[in-house]
T-cell receptor, first 114, second 118 residues
Framework: DSGVTQTPKHLITATGQRVTLRCSPR?????VYWYQQSLDQGLQFLIQ???????AKGNILERFSAQQFPDLHSELNLSSLELGDSALYFC?????????????FGPGTRLTVL | AQKITQTQPGMFVQEKEAVTLDCTYD???????LFWYKQPSSGEMIFLIY??????QNATEGRYSLNFQKARKSANLVISASQLGDSAMYFC???????????????FGKGTHLIIQP
């Protein structure tokens, strides 16, 4: 158990809908990262938050957004969903924003868009 | 160009043998980190081992060791005395410094599917 929690574990929804994925980092970790894993694109970094502020952006679509709250949990919002958004979404956390700090991954949320 | 290259899509290995999973990387940064993660069929991503670009010694964690050859830009994972439970996808990843001196998200390779046979 990495100490990172994600809910829900599975999510099935329809095209055009909006969903919210939730992540709680390991106790004491200030950085949260979101990743998408799909068969087409592999594992891709989406976005990073550090202590409530956006820190780095990867290949995140404009239809996607995230935030980190004062209690350090984070939410990833996916809107106007398309079939191609079906994927496993991971949250990871680490203790620092600087340097190659180890990221510990949550169990993931499997999103299926029908 | 791919930043992380894993050239072995799949490998079959006999139980108790040692395994080497290949990883080469491409970066112009001086400071970076290299990671290996294991993803069993259940889907979770499990951190195995880390090597910093300035580390002079190869990293080791139990049965895992990282064969770091900086000049060749390779960071191969070695698993000694393989076990049936080692069957999984293995991903090599890199974290580089960004332009602001901080560090970005991980860049992953496509992975190697390792199957340990009894």
């Amino acid at each position: 158990d990495s100490g990172v929690t994600q809910t829900p574990k599975h999510l099935i929804t329809a095209t055009g809908q909006r969903v919210t994925l939730r992540c709680s980092p390991r106790s004491g970790d200030l950085s949260v990262y979101w990743y998408q894993q799909s068969l087409d694109q592999g594992l891709q970094f989406l976005i990073q938050y550090y202590n409530g502020e956006e820190r780095a952006k990867g290949n995140i679509l404009e239809r996607f957004s995230a935030q980190q709250f004062p209690d350090l949990h984070s939410e990833l919002n996916l809107s106007s969903l398309e079939l191609g958004d079906s994927a496993l979404y991971f949250c990871a956390s680490s203790g620092h924003v600087m340097g190659p700090d180890t990221q510990y991954f949550g169990p993931g949320t499997r999103l299926t868009v029908l | 160009a791919q930043k992380i290259t894993q050239t072995q899509p799949g490998m079959f290995v006999q139980e108790k043998e040692a395994v080497t999973l290949d990883c080469t990387y491409d970066t112009s940064d001086q400071s970076y980190g290299l990671f290996w993660y294991k993803q069993p069929s259940s889907g979770e991503m499990i951190f195995l081992i880390y090597q910093g670009s300035y580390d002079e010694q190869n990293a080791t964690e139990g049965r895992y060791s990282l064969n770091f050859q900086k000049a060749r830009k390779s960071a191969n994972l070695v698993i000694s005395a393989s076990q049936l439970g080692d069957s999984a996808m293995y991903f090599c990843a890199m974290r580089e410094e960004d332009s602001g001196g901080g560090a970005d998200g991980l860049t992953f390779g496509k992975g190697t599917h390792l199957i340990i046979q009894p």
